[in-house]
């Protein structure tokens, strides 16, 4: 049933309030399931064997040895997985990083799956597969990847994006374009100029729960899977894909999920999984190790960018231009062409170009990290608008306020923006009283801004009324992010009922329609829409039923404040009807009370945010101390402003380790240094101030509510926060992220000669 | 209506940064300007987002056009 999704600038009784999250008790007392934490009858261990090189033929590999040991019950290799994808790249794409098919791309990379009785034996079996490699030229670096002599990753694939088409192979899978007016006019007219170069390195989302499963499908091709994931239509769709199956016979259930922040929208080992099954004909529970999480999931682009922005006296940009290169792993994405739509997306610009490279490299395939792309972007990006704000000698903030994009401004990706709230997060960033608080000796602040796009999707979602009133509402956006706390308030909003007496359920994949996966900011969106039209559906099926009950027209029938009233002075004797009265009656009245609605959740609104951090550098180590951290951000309208401030605090936590710390270490020989947090080292609670947060409310005009996305853009920010506060305290330029101790000594050393 | 085109998607119309295309809604828009570029296939495999004056629809193909709006075409992208 179609409804207006129109911003409507209703009041609220339960939206915005700050009640008890409903998963908090089952998560610290460990009733919370998550990926590892299901088992079934007769079930085996999975296990994976990975390249130890970083570029290799696979010329030969012998599993006869492992075959025969007792308790192994299946191995494959890539022969066991047959091409299904009917010529789609994208899919062979997803299958050959699952599983090697000759080659192995990176130093991690599946080659060989086992399945046995136990831990012990699987590891066995690993050992007596004798695969024999012969070693390629590999290469890591993004700008390395573009340079002519590389070694060329795939052979198939040709430079998309360039005219004449090219003929040859080529590492750089894609060039975008994006922008507007004439550049060299733009810097014609400009009073000062900044160029500057800038890198950052590839970090992982890392979230604490590894990617778990337990896969069953038996010879009839019909199967479970239990997995940790950020969307499980999604996955059942791409399982059921691969390995041949309708989707309709592979039932997926979303555990609880400890963490995904994007690294879970994509299948890494499920389909493994199911294949050993389905060769075992038992289930198989596969659980990675962190050292597989690191070398053989889908961490961030690390990537290399020029940027260069002119003004004039007045502070009125003229022209802004940005060269992005991303690599993209072993597979091609479009990381760099998302770099290239964001980086100047916060401004309000007459003469813009940002031009994308996608790269190929020998390393794991990148996944999306909450904004994908964004954050590299802006740190250049945001770094060179504080150099030009300086050479202007002009308050960098005030600067920004004089450029910022707003209604009407025509983005740097293209559209035409509507009510944004770039202007007044900087607004209040200005205003704020952490900008009055005085620094000290190598201290440091700095303020930056981000864009994310958000979206909105398909969406499927139930709602039923029990016979004590009580609702259970089952949506199929896996909750990462307090959406059942927000969804339960929306439910109860449109109901008129207590917050308590609804439960949100996040249902299997044979329980609902399709659902897109919750990545863009969407879930309680688009959930939240569908939640809202469900129970407007179900609130016409209480007011009929109110109507049956009086013996008047369903048209004399109004709900209000969770009951239903006949209108009229011939109704004046009806006493309300609640909905508590209602459903208990529902038995003899027409059966159960329901409503559902299917959406495609379109016109979810842009979000920006703008941080601020003051940092001190300690000088003799060059170690980093983030003294004071502030987000503000407009979330269109905050349902439960607790995991709103959760949301951006959450992304500017990620987003100073990814600034000071994180990074992903290759040797000379391609092989990944640090997979573990032992050496790979994301920021603990001690490395943290208490992050203030302020949040602005600017309506989304598509979402009854004004609902925009929260959950991504506050990591947009904090690299280039970060970049100017500690470019402040040691008065030298960072131009490379993480800006670890080393890497800080080293730029003070080279500015003292 | 004038269309314009973003990023890749303009060299799948011969580099044209803006063609001229009819379409009451979204769906009826993308299916002439597949009949025009045949090249843009791909791009509609893959997903193509459009943004009508600033709103951007990835999916409602539905979604009427009003007259003399801006239609501005997008690759689908991808979130976290």
Redesign the interface.
């Known amino acids: 049933m179609p409804y207006e999704t129109d911003y409507t600038n209703q009041g609220f009784s339960k939206v915005g309030t700050r009640v008890n999250r409903p998963d908090g008790v089952d998560k610290v007392t460990g009733r919370a399931k998550y990926g590892a934490d299901a088992n079934a009858a007769g079930q085996l261990v999975g296990r994976i064997l990975r390249s130890p090189h970083a570029h290799a033929l696979i010329t030969k590999i012998d599993t006869s040895k492992a075959e025969k040991l007792p308790g192994v019950k299946a191995v494959l290799t890539g022969k066991d997985f047959p091409d299904l994808t009917g010529g789609d790249r994208g899919m062979m794409n997803i299958l050959e990083n699952c599983m090697a098919r000759g080659r192995a791309l990176y130093d991690g990379h599946a080659v060989a799956a086992v399945a046995a009785i136990d831990a012990d034996t699987a590891n066995e079996a690993l050992k007596l597969i004798k695969v024999t490699y012969k070693q390629l030229p590999h290469v890591t670096d993004v700008d390395e990847a573009m340079k002519p002599s590389a070694p060329i990753i795939h052979d198939w694939v040709r430079t998309t994006g360039v005219t004449p088409a090219p003929t040859t192979a080529s590492n750089v899978a894609q060039r975008t374009e994006f922008g507007h007016g004439d550049i060299d006019a733009g810097f014609a007219q400009a009073d000062v100029i900044i160029e500057k170069s800038f890198k950052t390195e590839q970090t992982h989302q890392g979230y604490i729960e590894p990617h778990a499963c337990l896969a069953t499908l038996g010879p009839d091709g019909s199967g479970e899977l239990w997995v940790t994931t950020q969307g499980h239509f999604t996955f059942r769709n791409v399982c059921a894909s691969l390995l041949g199956l309708d989707v309709a016979k592979l039932r997926v259930t979303a555990s609880e999920i400890g963490g995904g922040f994007g690294g879970k929208t994509h299948v890494w080992t499920e389909p493994v999984a199911l294949q050993l099954s389905r060769r075992a004909n038992r289930p198989v529970k596969l659980v990675m190790s962190r050292d597989e999480v690191f070398k053989a999931t889908g961490p961030t682009s690390s990537t290399s960018v020029d940027v260069k922005i002119g003004a004039k006296r007045n502070g009125k940009i003229t022209a802004a231009s940005a060269e992005l290169r991303y690599q993209s792993g072993a597979f091609p994405g479009m990381w760099a062409m998302l770099g290239a739509m964001t980086s100047f997306a916060c401004y309000d610009l007459k003469n813009v170009k940002s031009v994308g490279f996608d790269v190929l490299v020998n390393r794991p395939k990148v996944a999306a990290y909450r904004a994908p792309s964004a954050p590299m972007a802006a740190f250049a990006v945001e770094s060179v608008v504080d150099m030009v704000a300086a050479e202007l000698g002009m308050d960098a903030v005030e600067f920004r306020i004089k450029n910022a994009a707003k209604k009407g401004t025509k983005a740097s990706y293209g559209p035409v923006y509507g009510p944004i709230g770039i202007g007044p997060t900087l607004e209040a960033v200005k205003n704020h009283p952490h900008m009055k608080r005085k620094l000290g000796k190598n201290q440091g602040r700095g303020v930056a801004c981000g864009f994310w796009f958000n979206f909105g999707g398909q969406t499927c979602t139930d709602l039923n009324i029990g016979v004590d009133g009580s609702v259970n509402l089952t949506v199929g956006t896996v909750d990462v992010g307090g959406s059942r706390a927000s969804l339960a308030l929306i439910a109860a909003e449109e109901l008129g009922i207590d917050y308590e007496q609804v439960r949100v359920t996040i249902g299997d994949t044979n329980s609902l329609g399709h659902n897109d996966t919750t990545e863009g900011s969407r879930g309680t969106f688009s959930s939240g829409m569908a939640a809202i039209f469900a129970a407007r559906d179900a609130v016409e099926v209480l007011k009929q039923r109110a109507a049956a009950t009086w013996g008047i027209p369903v048209e004399q029938v109004v709900w209000e404040a969770g009951e239903a009233r006949a209108k009229g002075k011939q109704n004046n004797n009806l006493p309300p009807l609640s909905l508590k009265e209602i459903a208990a009656k529902s038995p003899r009245t027409g059966g159960p009370i329901a409503g559902h609605n299917e959406v495609v959740a379109d016109g979810a609104g842009v979000s920006f945010a703008s941080h601020m951090c003051d940092v001190e550098v300690d000088p003799e180590t060059g170690a980093t101390k983030i003294l004071r951290y502030t987000v503000v951000q407009d979330a269109g309208k905050a349902i439960h402003p607790d995991y709103v401030e959760g949301q951006f605090q959450g992304g500017a936590a990620q987003g100073i380790g990814w600034a000071l710390n994180e990074e992903y270490v290759y040797g000379d020989d391609g092989r990944l240094q640090n997979a573990g947090f032992l050496d790979y080292r994301i920021p603990v609670c001690s490395d943290l101030p208490f992050i203030d947060t302020q949040i602005l409310e600017i309506p989304n005009p598509n979402h009854p509510y004004g609902v925009r996305g929260v959950g991504e853009t506050s990591i947009v920010p904090p690299l280039a926060a970060i970049g100017n506060a500690v470019s402040n305290a040691v008065g030298v330029r960072m131009d490379h992220v993480p800006m670890s101790p080393p890497r800080i000594l080293k730029a003070i050393e080279a500015a003292q000669g | 209506m004038q269309v ?1 085109l ?3 998607l303009s ?1 799948a119309a011969g ?1 044209a940064r803006c063609v001229e295309c009819a379409g009451a809604t979204i769906g009826e828009l993308l299916q002439a300007l597949l009949l025009k570029y045949p090249e843009m296939q791909s791009h509609l495999d ?1 997903g193509i987002a459009v ?1 009508i ?8 193909r539905d ?1 009427p056009i009003p007259a003399n709006a ?1 239609v ?1 075409l ?2 689908r ?4």
């Open positions: 314009q973003s990023g890749i060299q580099g893959d943004a004056n600033g709103e951007i629809y990835r999916d409602r979604q801006d501005f997008l690759p992208i991808q979130g976290g």
